[in-house]
């Protein structure tokens, strides 16, 4: 699979699956909402689509169940419940869990789905009965007309039973190159994401009146491009649907929901005929699409959609020859007989042409300057088989001859290595004829009358100019005895298969797929890069074939890399661009000024070169900074992708606990650095659990106490000086000190004489040991003493702290305070025993110099007196139980008071120096973990610097003082 495709894929998935599961939630507490079913619907539908592209059955079949139900539910014929909810986000779940594996392990993993399926299932059955809601086909490669069909409506079985059993008898399609069927199924995807889009958009009230008509060019020229290719099934399912739209657009009849629903039906079809396409053989393997093809059949004959109930099925009217095997003398007579074109054939058919002999005409220009350019000669081929096809279509058979042969004799000459230099007059000749063959039908198509009767008239014209002048063409005809190697001709062959198709329309307006002039201006290296990964795709696109033998050995052979990614502004990469330019101009200026002083001598004017120097040095300086800033916003998310997931949690533990739970989010657009985003979500889901379970009460006890019966939990975002600060809160019974000294001697976690030396808040603090757990019983929700304590560890991994302020009977809240950034932050250098030591500067509350004089003891420990606050004191050599230089011959000590939460301490230290900012990095393996030590930095003469973790300072200093 292409490594981008799968990226975007994933990327895309995990965004759907974002939007889905708020509105879900939001759609239970207002059922009637039909824009939250849209808003649902959408998401769902795409994701279905998208995996479907890429041969990932299991997430394709899921999402099909569940966009089914969906579909219901917004048709009005089911209605909105917990229990429909439940299974909703159920299914959500898996398929999150398989996007996961998808990204980790390259494929969908094996997760049973088959429950949620048979409930999906079920969920549909009841609602047939209640109301006539479809039942889904068991598979999602099943024929489009057997997932529509509903179950209620008479005619449809009536009507399946006409047509004899479907047989799928695979047949090639008509393609000169691997690179050909690459761009059309690549032109085929495209075309089928812009109508699951412009479908969609159409069901709006103010949806704007161009978007019929853009519906109707995709499907045209998604039948013009398959019938190129001779991909027969997909021609006549365009033609149908093209022709309905052509009646919508004229004005003959209205959208309607049952019009977009037969729309988005197709729309499925084509995605199931475009997987039914093996790119390394060009082989189709046909899928039944008749009873589709009729129900459009039956919406251009009468004007309606067959059943306006929102049911899409065949009508009953519909005649029994577009179905049934009688048929089969009609399709064959078609296939042999003039096509019938229309005037809009005709002027994609100018336009193609036109646009592949300017290509041609380019090629030739090309390789007659250098023979060598195989990037133009694989150009000119393709350009010369899409003329082939396009006029077999319109049927000028003596052009397409021609395009045959001299098509024929570049691929031969190209596969043996002939040197195209010495071919080069002949394909001009050739080239030329075919240039006065089209120039004589294109004057005669654009002149004025039926089109079916320019279409003879040029035919007539182009044999007229064919038999003045062939001879060339028939005399390398012998040299090159291609004809039989190559014969992409038989276009009509896979037709007999289709014989049971509604009607012999399965002739398309020739259009191609990508302009061959633009391929042909790329370099030769950009089309080997091209190749490749197409290759690649080519088989894991076929993932769905590839399950089915079981072939996991392929699979993991081509599992893909997905990379981390940020969606930036397009002004912050200008900016950067701009920083670069500057940056580049600067680092001209130090080379300038380096070789002035290389070269200069007596006549040398240091003060001259000193302040250009420090100019230059102050100039770099403030690109750096720009620059950092500007990486730094460049890399900062909103919380609120964190955010988003939270209200599921809250509902789900709302169910388990039978609590009613209110989630309020606040601040959800502050920013913080990715990395920390990408770490945040374990924490946060633990503490709203330990709020949900363990703080908020059940609604019985909140009424006795005079509280709403539905408790409130506070999730909240927001800036504090350098860092963010993250609350979750609740209005619930709070924590008692007194309780968690209890349980802390129970747990055996401290001895009943630690507890008794225990402040309220270090008491409180318990709840952060391991193996530390309040619960009564061990329940699915909590119980297992983890949770609280993994939250401080990945706090701290952050380089971050956490604060719980909590009051007996009204709640309790936990602050977590994170930087803003991991990479670079504020440091007070100070040092200490000789070393220099960094401490973060968001945890310095001040610095100070104390007479040592001031300092008491208060029960053996050093404090001092300072605006009215008692501040204990201690050595931070002894925290470190490193040898400092002597507090006894000094006068004056260096202080630095640091603040954990609501505790400040303050440490002596030998001197301070400067404020400094600083890149963190991480100890290594061979360190490991110290204690008190949160990572170092690289000083800009080389030496390595410790940095400090104050929340460890702090713990450490209690050991210590006592």
């Keep these: 699979m292409?490594?981008?495709i799968f990226s975007d894929f994933i990327i895309e998935a995990k965004e759907h699956l974002e939007t889905i599961e708020p509105n879900l939630l939001e759609l239970e507490n207002n059922p009637e909402n039909l824009d939250l079913l849209n808003e649902i619907f959408r998401p769902m539908h795409s994701l279905k689509g998208a995996s479907g592209f890429l041969g990932l059955n299991t997430i394709n079949m899921l999402a099909h169940r569940a966009e089914n139900v969906m579909d219901e539910l917004r048709k009005g014929k089911m209605v909105v419940t917990s229990e429909i909810m439940d299974v909703i986000l159920t299914a959500t779940d898996l398929l999150r869990t398989m996007i996961d594996n998808l990204e980790s392990e390259g494929g969908e993993g094996d997760v049973d789905i088959s429950g949620v399926v048979e409930t999906l299932d079920s969920l549909l059955v009841a609602g047939s009965a209640a109301g006539g809601a479809p039942k889904p086909a068991p598979k999602p490669a099943a024929a489009p007309s057997a997932e529509a069909a509903p179950k209620a409506a008479e005619p449809a079985p009536a009507a399946e039973e006409e047509l004899e059993p479907f047989v799928a008898q695979p047949y090639k399609l008509t393609v000169a190159a691997r690179e050909h069927l690459d761009d059309f199924l690549e032109e085929a995807r495209e075309i089928v994401q812009n109508l699951n889009e412009s479908l969609l958009g159409l069901e709006k009230a103010d949806a704007p009146e161009e978007t019929i008509n853009d519906i109707f060019r995709y499907y045209h020229n998604?039948?013009?491009?398959?019938?190129?290719?001779?991909?027969?099934?997909?021609?006549?399912?365009?033609?149908?649907a093209e022709t309905l739209l052509n009646i919508v657009r004229r004005g003959e009849m209205q959208v309607s929901q049952p019009l977009v629903d037969l729309l988005l039906h197709v729309v499925d079809a084509i995605e199931s005929l475009i997987s039914s396409v093996n790119p390394e053989t060009s082989e189709v393997v046909p899928v039944d699409i008749r009873g589709l093809v009729a129900s459009l059949h039956h919406a251009v004959e009468t004007g309606t959609v067959a059943g306006d109930d929102g049911s899409v099925a065949p009508a009953q009217s519909a005649p029994a020859a577009a179905v049934a095997p009688v048929a089969e003398p009609e399709v064959e007579a078609a296939a042999s007989s003039t096509p019938a074109v229309d005037d809009e054939d005709v002027k994609i058919f100018i336009a193609t042409v036109q646009q592949q002999m300017a290509a041609i005409d380019l090629s030739l220009e090309e390789i007659g300057k250098d023979a060598s350019q195989t990037s133009y000669v694989d150009a000119l081929y393709r350009s010369l088989v899409t003329v082939q096809n396009s006029s077999g279509y319109m049927g000028f058979d003596e052009i397409k001859l021609n395009a045959k042969r001299t098509a024929d004799l570049v691929d031969q000459a190209r596969k043996s290595d002939l040197d195209f230099s010495l071919m080069h007059d002949i394909l001009r000749q050739e080239c030329s004829i075919l240039t006065d063959q089209l120039d004589a039908v294109i004057a005669t198509l654009e002149g004025s009358g039926p089109a079916e009767e320019l279409v003879s008239a040029a035919a007539d014209a182009a044999a007229a100019v064919a038999g003045g002048d062939v001879q060339p063409a028939a005399e390398v005809e012998p040299a090159v005895e291609v004809e039989p190697v190559v014969e992409p001709e038989p276009v009509v062959e896979p037709e007999p298969v289709i014989e049971p198709e509604p009607k012999p329309v399965l002739k398309p307006a020739p259009a191609a797929?990508?302009?061959?002039?633009?391929?042909?201006?790329?370099p030769e290296s950009e089309e080997g890069d091209e190749e490749e990964p197409a290759e690649e795709g080519g088989s894991a696109a076929r993932s769905a074939a590839a399950a089915a033998r079981g072939d996991a050995a392929a699979?993991?052979?081509?599992?893909?890399?997905?990379?981390?990614?940020?969606?930036v502004d397009h002004e912050k990469l200008d900016h950067l661009m701009n920083l670069i330019g500057e940056l580049i101009i600067n680092r001209n200026r130090f080379a300038m000024l380096a070789r002035h002083l290389d070269e200069g001598g007596e006549h040398l004017d240091i003060q001259e070169v000193a302040s250009s120097l420090t100019e230059t040095t102050y100039a770099m300086a403030r690109i750096s900074d720009d620059l950092q800033d500007t990486i730094m916003k460049v890399r900062m998310v909103p919380v609120k992708t964190v955010f988003t997931r939270f209200p599921r949690l809250v509902r789900d533990l709302s169910r388990k606990s039978q609590k009613a739970v209110e989630l309020i989010t606040e601040g959800e657009e502050t920013e913080l650095d990715k990395s920390v985003i990408e770490e945040i979500g374990d924490p946060l889901v633990h503490l709203i659990r330990n709020s949900v379970d363990h703080g908020l009460e059940p609604p019985e006890v909140r009424l006795e106490q005079k509280k709403a019966e539905t408790g409130r939990v506070w999730l909240r975002a927001y800036h504090a000086g350098n860092s963010v600060n993250i609350e979750v809160e609740d209005d619930g019974r709070g924590i008692d000190p007194q309780r968690m000294r209890e349980v802390g001697v129970k747990k055996g976690i401290i001895t009943a004489d630690e507890a008794k030396s225990l402040d309220d808040q270090q008491a409180i603090e318990l709840i952060f040991a391991p193996g530390f757990s309040g619960a009564e019983k061990i329940t699915d929700i909590s119980g297992r003493g983890v949770g609280m304590d993994v939250v401080k560890t990945n706090i701290k991994n952050l380089k971050g702290s956490i604060n719980v302020h909590t009051e007996v009977g009204k709640g309790t809240r936990f602050t977590l305070s994170l930087p803003l950034t991991l990479a670079i932050i504020d440091a007070l250098m100070v040092t200490v025993?000789?070393?220099?030591?960094?401490?973060?500067l968001e945890a310095v509350s001040e610095t100070t110099k104390l007479d040592a004089k001031r300092l008491t003891e208060v029960n053996n420990r050093k404090a001092v007196t300072m605006?009215?606050?008692?501040?204990?004191?201690?050595?931070?050599?002894?925290?470190?139980?490193?040898?400092?230089?002597?507090?006894?011959?000094?006068?004056?000590?260096?202080?630095?008071?640091?603040q954990d939460g609501n505790r400040r301490l303050g440490l002596i230290v030998d001197s301070l120096l400067e404020r400094q900012e600083i890149v963190i990095k991480p100890l290594g393996d061979y360190l490991g973990e110290k204690e008190g030590i949160s990572g170092a930095t690289i000083m800009g003469d080389g030496s390595v610097v410790l940095i400090l973790d104050p929340h460890e300072i702090y713990r450490m200093s209690m050991r210590t003082s006592s």
Excluded: M
């Design 2 to 4: 292409d490594p981008e």
């Design 555 to 567: 699979k993991q052979a081509h599992k893909p890399k997905v990379s981390s990614t940020i969606r």
């Design 867 to 898: 605006r009215g606050e008692v501040l204990g004191i201690l050595e931070l050599a002894e925290i470190l139980e490193i040898e400092s230089d002597g507090e006894e011959e000094r006068q004056q000590l260096p202080i630095v008071v640091i």
């Design 833 to 840: 025993g000789g070393q220099v030591y960094a401490i973060p």
């Design 222 to 240: 998604l039948k013009g491009n398959s019938g190129i290719v001779g991909f027969a099934e997909l021609n006549a399912l365009t033609h149908e």
């Design 513 to 522: 797929p990508r302009p061959a002039a633009a391929r042909a201006a790329r």
